[in-house]
């Protein structure tokens, strides 16, 4: 079983900047991927960026630019660095792990970007 603690969001306005955390139980260089989602109130839950165990990233192509996925090998911790936010960016964002083929959330954490 493997835990995952987000944090970060928050309220911020058109332009600013928030850093989440999702912390993971378990060493990171055990876990095969982790990943950043969101899901918008009517929409659904989509893939925002990922990092591989060996460092290897991906990103959705309208976030490129914007978003950074990162990690601390040390804290077992993947950040994901949001920069020019905009309202549309609002939404949960959840991170997950995936392990030996089983996927891991955590609880989200909501971003809410005002006009």
């Known amino acids: 079983q493997v835990q995952l603690v987000e944090s970060g969001g928050g309220l911020v306005q058109a332009g600013g900047s928030l850093r989440l955390s999702c912390v993971a139980s378990?060493?990171?260089?055990?876990?095969?991927?982790m990943g950043w989602y969101r899901q918008a109130p009517g929409q659904e839950r989509a893939l925002v960026a990922s990092?591989?165990?060996?460092?290897?990233?991906y990103y959705a192509d309208s976030l490129k630019g914007r978003f950074t996925i990162s990690r601390d090998i040390a804290k077992n911790t993947v950040y994901l660095q949001m920069n020019s936010l905009k309202p549309e960016d609002t939404a949960v964002y959840s991170c997950?792990?995936?392990?030996?083929?089983?996927?891991?959330w955590g609880q989200g954490t909501q971003v809410t970007v005002s006009p």
């Open positions: 990092i591989t165990s060996g460092g290897s990233t």
């Open positions: 378990i060493n990171i260089f055990s876990i095969n991927a």
């Open positions: 997950d792990a995936v392990v030996r083929g089983i996927v891991y």
